[in-house]
């Protein structure tokens, strides 16, 4: 999946986002064992976001001549949309 999309692009997101190594079982059509290859912005809990939101994802693994077998690496970019300010200035209309 990240294989057409580069760091530069990822990097350019308004938003924040981590990249992830995770495995596909046959059979499960689920994304397991991910690790943080990258997240930004780095330190601020992005990529541990991305893998608690993993386990949404569907996913078949791939075949070879209609020969499945065994797990699957899996390389994915989940991106966070930027989170907006309140209205008002953002002090709630406290005075």
């Known amino acids: 999946m990240t294989a057409n999309v580069s760091s530069a692009s990822l ?13 596909i079982q046959v059979g499960r059509d689920r994304l ?3 690790r943080v290859q990258d997240e930004h912005p780095a330190g601020e ?8 939101r ?3 994802f569907r996913y078949r693994a ?5 020969r499945f077998g065994g797990r699957h690496r899996q390389v994915i970019a989940v991106a966070f949309p930027p989170v ?3 209205a008002g ?3 709630g209309g406290a005075r």
């Open 11 to 23: 990097a350019t997101l308004p938003g924040s986002y981590a990249v992830l190594q995770c495995y």
């Open 32 to 34: 397991e064992d991910c």
């Open 45 to 52: 809990g992005v990529g541990r976001a991305a893998i608690q």
């Open 54 to 56: 993993a386990g949404e």
């Open 62 to 66: 791939p075949s070879r001549i209609g």
């Open 84 to 86: 907006q300010a309140p």
């Open 89 to 91: 200035g953002g002090d």
